[in-house]
């Protein structure tokens, strides 16, 4: 009951979570911020990866009940090499990608990610937007802000929020008995 209720709160902010209290993106960026010859910002198939997080996502809801099955035992030490492997890949890709494991595979994101469309957290960008594209190549997640601003896969960092020159994208606000101003 407690995790359905941290779950529902979590998703009435979005992935506002994922940018500040995840400790795998927490620790994503850290490695990241290891000096490398050469960072990948985005590649060809980049936005065909961002969907993978979705079968994830499926894969998981089918493959749960699999935790209650009898002679689980013998499913250990392969559960125990698929953990090593895949946490060992998504820390070397760290090195060169930006949260490799928050855009391509993490389920509870796309969780997270439908709040960002009901959340009370939500980006607003105002007419004065020029559509320079600063918020954009500012967005490590790969996202253009003034066009999707409350997209699935936005983590909430705020920095399009800091490199709109013109502050054309904030944050919408409750104001007495409206919901958004």
Known sequence: MIF???????ALFGRLACSTICPLGILEE????IPFPKKFRTFKIDKYLMKLKYLVFILLVILIPLVFIPHKEELKAFFLVLKIIGFSSVFLLSIIIYRP???FLCPFG????LG???????????????KCGLCS????????PFTNPNSMDCIR???CIKKSPRK????????????WV
Not at 116 to 130: A, G, L, M, Q, W
């Open 168 to 179: 054309a994208i904030t944050i919408k606000k409750y104001k007495g008995d409206k919901l």
């Open 137 to 144: 190549r500012s967005c490590s997640m790969n996202i253009t």
């Open 116 to 130: 960002n469309k009901i959340s009370p957290y939500r980006f607003e960008v105002h007419d004065d937007c020029t």
């Open 110 to 113: 796309v969780v997270l990610g």
């Open 157 to 159: 960092c705020n920095k």
């Open 101 to 103: 494991f928050c855009k």
């Open 30 to 33: 850290l490695i990241y911020k």
């Open 4 to 10: 359905l209720i941290t779950l529902l709160v979590l």
